[in-house]
């Protein structure tokens, strides 16, 4: 099951790019790139993910 991996990858993805409550436009801008990312990995065409070094990986099928 790839559930923890891809948990462990998401909550990196917050820390990476946190930022100030205040600034609108970079939330929005990771709220729209979150919805991206969430329906590819919703379609199944993204298996599994890994993070090395800070660096994303993504396995394809």
């Known amino acids: 099951d790839s559930r923890p991996r ?3 990858f998401v909550q990196s ?3 990476q790019h946190a930022m100030s409550f ?3 436009n970079a939330i929005e801008y990771f709220l729209r790139r979150g919805r ?3 329906e590819a990995y919703q379609n ?3 298996q599994d ?3 090395t070094d800070g ?3 993504e396995g394809r099928k």
Do not use: E
């Open 44 to 46: 199944g065409s993204i």
């Open 22 to 24: 205040r600034d609108h």
């Open 13 to 15: 993805q917050f820390r």
């Open 6 to 8: 891809f948990r462990a």
């Open 49 to 51: 993910v890994s993070n």
């Open 55 to 57: 660096s994303r990986k």
């Open 36 to 38: 991206t990312q969430l």
